[in-house]
């Protein structure tokens, strides 16, 4: 299939990368993946057996009341957690496979849905960030947007960070959390060549 260029000629790219059907529950699992695979998960509390204090019973077995023994048990205020929380890894499993389709899946829906826009480059040579406004109105790009610039410039990234919701990745770094919630994704002619290599 072909790909339109703006100001230049049309692209040869693969229909297996651009052209694939829109897989709602793989891309889901994936993001899911992705999103839990950069949570700490650094939670903890303590059990009753790692609370500080003293594990001699609190009263008399008979005469007071309900019978209790120490006052770490979770009943008691300042005591332990029943099923305390500890530090654990959320990372799920995703096979390579699994991510690549997730990934041609959801840049063949952008492409389907007019919201992927390839240029021959970015042409921003200065880190002025009014030039880089000029170039997102001049393509009719709006909203949240992710630039895939392969080995972009210092200029592009510097005029990138004071736009809010305009980021600057290479193609290698793509990932599908940054795509799925992006208006718009702009990308230049040799970044869409080794992401299809990489795909294919």
């Known amino acids: 299939m072909e790909l339109n260029v703006i100001g230049s000629k049309p692209v040869q790219v ?4 651009f052209g ?6 793989l891309v889901h699992q994936v993001v899911v993946a992705y999103r839990n695979a950069g949570r700490s998960g650094t939670k903890a509390q303590l059990t009753r057996s790692e609370v500080n204090g003293t594990t001699k019973k609190s009263k008399a077995q008979k005469g007071g009341g309900a019978r209790h023994g120490a006052l770490k048990a979770p009943i008691f205020i300042g005591g332990g957690v029943t099923f305390a929380a500890k530090p654990r890894s959320f990372a799920q499993k995703v096979n390579r496979k699994m991510f690549r389709g997730a990934m041609a899946s959801i840049l063949s829906e952008l492409n389907r849905t007019g ?16 030039s880089l406004v000029s170039k997102l109105a001049e393509l009719e790009a709006s909203g949240r947007c992710v630039l895939v610039a392969e080995n972009a410039p210092e200029a592009l990234y510097l005029a990138a960070r004071n736009i809010p919701y305009v980021h600057v990745v290479d193609g290698a770094a793509i990932d599908p959390v940054s795509l799925v919630g992006a ?3 702009l990308m230049t002619v040799d970044s869409l060549k080794k992401i299809e290599e990489w795909l294919a």
């Not at 694939?20 to 529950?25: G, Q």
């Open 20 to 25: 694939k059907e829109f897989r709602e529950d």
């Open 14 to 17: 693969s229909d297996a990368v």
């Open 115 to 130: 919201r992927l826009r390839i240029i021959e480059s970015f042409g921003i040579d200065k880190p002025k960030t009014q």
């Open 183 to 185: 208006d718009h994704v």
